[in-house]
C-alpha cells in the first residue's frame, strides 16, 4: 500500500509503473502501546547515488548534512531488479532465516541483548546490517539505560559508551562497512525517513482560520462552540517567555533539571546534546507536565491566554490528570495521528521554532490511521514523515479536507475536542501546551470518564477509574447545578433539531390532517 | 477473537502460507493455552517439548505461520524459540544454526571484530 516515491534527479526514468506489491507484515507490539502496521515499499522504488541531487519536482531533498546514502549501503529492492543477475547478500547472509520479513528478523534480534547484537554483527554481511540498524540499540538504551547516559552520535555508539566505558569507541572507530548487493526496502525506507527534509508541497496548504484581537465571546460562540479550530494571533505579546526563552536562557536557569523526554528523564543539556546529534526516524522530545513545579520560574515566565481560561478541571486540585506541558523538539520530532485524551480541548502556542498541523474532525479518520474499535489503541505508519510520504497525497482527492497549517513563533491554535491531529516540528521549537475542561465540552468529558473502559483511556492521572466520580462530584460543589443547567440546554437543543427535522418532512403548506367521518 | 485468519485459511484450499504439520502444531495452541492458563510453568514445559528438537527451518516456518495467522502469543513464542538458541553463541555455531557462511571480504571481519571487541566476553564454548 505504501507507493514511496523514488530519490530522482533529471536523469532517471520518472515512468513508474503502479505495480504494487503488498506484504501482509504484522509488527509485535514492542515497548509502545501502538500496534504498527507495516506494508513494503512498491518493488519499482529505486534510487542511485551517483546521481546530483537537482532540485527535482518528483524528488525528495535529502538534510543537508545527511550522508548521500545509506550508511552501508543498503539499496531498496528495486534496484536489484534492475541489476540482472545480482545476487540479493540479504538472503545469503541470513540462511534459514532468509524467509522472514525484515520486521520478524528485527523482532527475534529485538529480543538479545546488545553482547549478542555485537558479536552477531560479525556473522555475515546481512547480521552486520541488521544488527547495526539503529531502533534495536535505541530500545536497549531507553530500556536498560534510564538511569542515564550520555547520547554519543549515535544509538550504539551510546550503549557501548555506557556499558563498556572502558572501550574507546572512537578509536576502534566505526568500521563504516559498506556491503554491496544489499537488497531491502524496510532498512532502506527507515534511512530514508530518517534523512528527508519536508517538501515544500506538503506545507503550501494553510487553510485554518486565522483570528486576531477577537473577544472571548467571539471565540466561544463562533469557534468553542462549533468546534472549530482557529489561530489565534497577538495573543501572546505579553509574555515574557516570549521575549527570554532560547536555548541559552533555558541552560542557564535549569541545565542539571531533569525532565521527561519520552520513556525516561533526561537533564535540559543532555537533551540538547541528543538534539544537536540525532538522525533518526522519530526523534524524542522533551515533553515534560511538571515543568512549572520542576522550575517555577519557568511557569512565571507565561500565562493562559484569555480565551481558555476557563479550567473546569482545577477543581480537582492536585489530583486533576495532567493539564499542561513544555514541549522542545528538533526538526522532524512531532506526534503522529491522535485524540487528546479525556474528550479535552486544547491550545498549542509556540514561542520558538515552526510547528506544520493536520487536523481532520472527530468523524474523519485520516489516511493510513487504524483506530481500534473501543479507540484504546491507534495504528498508525512508523514516522510523520512517512505518512506525509504516502498517505498526504490522498487528502487532495478527499471531498473532506483537513485543516492545514503552519504555526510560528507567538501564535496559538486552537484544537477543539475530539480532532485528530498530527504535528512536526519545522526546525527546532519550544511550546507550551494544556488541555482543558470548559463548560462547552464538560458533559462530553464526564460521558468519556464514564466509559466502561476507562481506565484504559483516560489518561493522565492515577486514579483512573473513579476520577468520573470525583470530577463530578468536585463540579457539583464549586459549581452547583451547573451540570444540570448544561443537559437541560443539551435536550433542549435536541428536541429543537427534531423539530425542524419533522417540519421539513411534512408538507407545510397542506392544512393539518383531519380524520372526517 | 484470536484466529480471524483461521477460518480464511480454511475456507483457502490452495494455500502456500501455511503448511499442514506446521498447522497442526499451531493450531492446537491457543486451546492448550486456555486450560493451563493459570499455570506458566506448565505452559513453558509443554512449549519446550513441543519444540526440542525442531530444526532452524521448521522454526522458520513456524514464525511465518503464526504471523499470516496473526497469533501473537505463538510468534511471540517462536521469536523468543531462535533468540534464546543463538544467545550467548559463538559465531561459528550461529553460522552453523542457520546453515549460512562468512561472506565477509578478506580483512573485513577483522576489522569488525575490532570494532566489536566489546561484545566477545562471555560467549558459551561451543
Given amino acids: ?517 | 477473537m484470536k484466529f480471524c485468519t483461521v477460518k480464511q485459511y480454511f475456507d483457502d484450499e490452495n494455500n502456500n502460507n501455511v503448511t499442514n504439520g506446521i498447522a497442526t502444531t499451531v493450531i492446537p495452541l491457543p486451546n492448550k493455552h486456555l486450560k493451563i492458563k493459570a499455570n506458566n510453568k506448565e505452559m513453558e514445559q509443554y512449549e519446550q517439548e513441543l519444540l526440542r528438537n525442531v530444526m532452524p527451518q521448521e522454526l522458520t516456518k513456524l514464525i511465518l505461520a503464526a504471523n499470516y495467522l496473526n497469533f501473537k502469543e505463538a510468534l511471540d513464542f517462536f521469536c523468543r524459540t531462535v533468540a534464546n538458541a543463538i544467545q550467548n553463541k559463538s559465531v561459528d555455531y550461529v553460522r552453523k544454526f542457520f546453515g549460512l557462511e562468512s561472506d565477509f571480504e578478506p580483512g573485513e571481519e577483522e576489522k569488525l571484530c575490532k570494532e566489536f571487541a566489546w561484545s566477545f566476553e562471555g560467549v558459551d564454548e561451543d
Fill in chain 1, 1 to 517: 500500500m505504501l507507493s514511496c516515491k523514488s530519490l530522482l534527479s533529471q536523469t532517471i526514468n520518472k515512468k513508474r509503473k503502479k505495480n504494487k506489491s503488498k506484504n501482509k507484515n504484522k509488527n509485535k507490539n514492542s515497548n509502545t502501546r501502538v500496534s504498527k502496521k507495516h506494508n513494503l515499499v512498491s518493488k519499482t522504488q529505486t534510487y542511485e547515488e551517483e546521481e546530483e541531487e537537482e532540485d527535482c519536482e518528483e524528488g525528495f531533498n535529502l538534510k543537508t548534512s545527511a550522508a548521500p546514502s545509506h550508511t552501508h549501503g543498503v539499496q531498496p529492492l528495486g534496484n536489484l531488479y534492475i541489476n540482472p543477475g545480482s545476487i540479493n547478500s540479504r538472503n545469503t547472509g541470513l540462511g534459514s532465516l532468509q524467509t522472514l520479513t525484515d520486521e520478524l528478523v528485527l523482532d527475534i534480534l529485538g529480543l538479545l541483548g546488545g553482547t549478542h547484537l555485537g558479536v552477531l554483527a560479525t556473522v555475515s554481511k546481512s547480521f552486520y546490517v541488521f544488527t547495526n540498524h539503529e531502533p534495536l540499540w535505541r530500545n536497549l538504551v531507553l530500556e536498560n539505560l534510564n538511569a542515564g547516559f550520555l547520547y554519543n552520535g549515535s544509538w550504539k555508539s551510546t550503549y557501548v559508551a555506557a556499558c563498556y566505558p572502558s572501550f574507546d569507541v572512537s578509536s576502534a572507530g566505526v568500521s563504516g562497512l559498506r556491503v554491496r548487493d544489499f537488497y531491502s526496502d524496510y532498512l532502506f525506507q527507515s534511512w530514508l525517513c530518517a534523512n528527508l527534509e519536508m517538501k515544500p508541497e506538503w506545507l503550501q496548504r494553510d487553510n485554518i482560520i486565522r483570528r486576531k484581537g477577537i473577544s472571548v465571546e467571539d471565540f466561544v460562540l463562533n469557534f468553542e462552540e462549533l468546534n472549530k479550530p482557529v489561530l489565534l494571533e497577538g495573543c501572546l505579546d505579553n509574555w515574557v517567555a516570549l521575549q527570554n526563552w532560547d536555548r541559552d536562557y533555558l541552560l542557564q536557569l535549569c541545565s542539571d533539571v531533569q525532565f521527561a523526554v519520552g520513556p525516561v528523564d533526561m537533564k535540559l543539556q543532555e537533551y540538547f546534546r541528543y538534539s544537536d546529534q540525532v538522525r533518526e526516524e522519530r526523534p524524542l522530545y522533551l515533553f515534560d507536565p511538571k515543568f512549572a513545579e520542576k522550575v517555577p520560574k519557568l511557569g512565571s515566565e507565561y500565562e493562559v491566554p484569555v480565551y481558555f481560561r476557563e479550567d473546569l478541571f482545577s477543581v480537582l486540585g492536585n489530583e486533576r490528570p495532567d493539564y499542561r506541558w513544555i514541549i522542545m523538539g528538533p526538526a522532524g520530532s512531532g506526534s503522529s495521528f491522535h485524540i487528546d485524551p479525556n474528550s479535552t480541548s486544547a491550545w498549542n502556542a509556540v514561542i520558538r521554532g515552526s510547528k506544520k498541523w493536520i487536523l481532520f474532525p472527530p468523524d474523519v479518520v485520516p489516511p493510513g490511521v487504524h483506530p481500534s474499535p473501543d479507540g484504546a489503541e491507534v495504528a498508525c505508519p512508523v514516522s510523520i514523515i512517512e505518512w506525509f510520504m504516502n498517505f498526504y497525497g490522498a487528502t487532495k482527492n478527499w471531498e473532506k479536507k483537513p485543516i492545514e497549517c503552519i504555526c510560528k513563533a507567538g501564535e496559538v491554535i486552537f484544537v477543539p475536542n475530539g480532532w485528530w491531529h498530527l504535528v512536526i516540528n519545522l526546525e527546532e521549537s519550544i511550546a507550551i501546551t494544556q488541555n482543558f475542561v470548559s463548560r462547552r465540552n464538560l458533559l462530553n468529558v464526564l460521558d468519556f470518564l464514564k466509559r466502561p473502559n476507562a481506565n484504559a483511556l483516560v489518561s493522565g492521572t492515577r486514579d483512573r477509574v473513579n476520577l468520573h466520580d470525583k470530577f463530578k462530584n468536585a463540579i457539583e460543589t464549586s459549581f452547583p447545578g451547573t451540570i444540570d443547567q448544561l443537559v437541560q440546554k443539551a435536550e433542549e437543543k435536541k428536541a429543537q433539531q427534531k423539530q425542524s427535522f419533522w417540519d421539513s418532512v411534512t408538507d407545510s403548506k397542506v392544512g393539518a390532517f383531519k380524520f372526517s367521518f
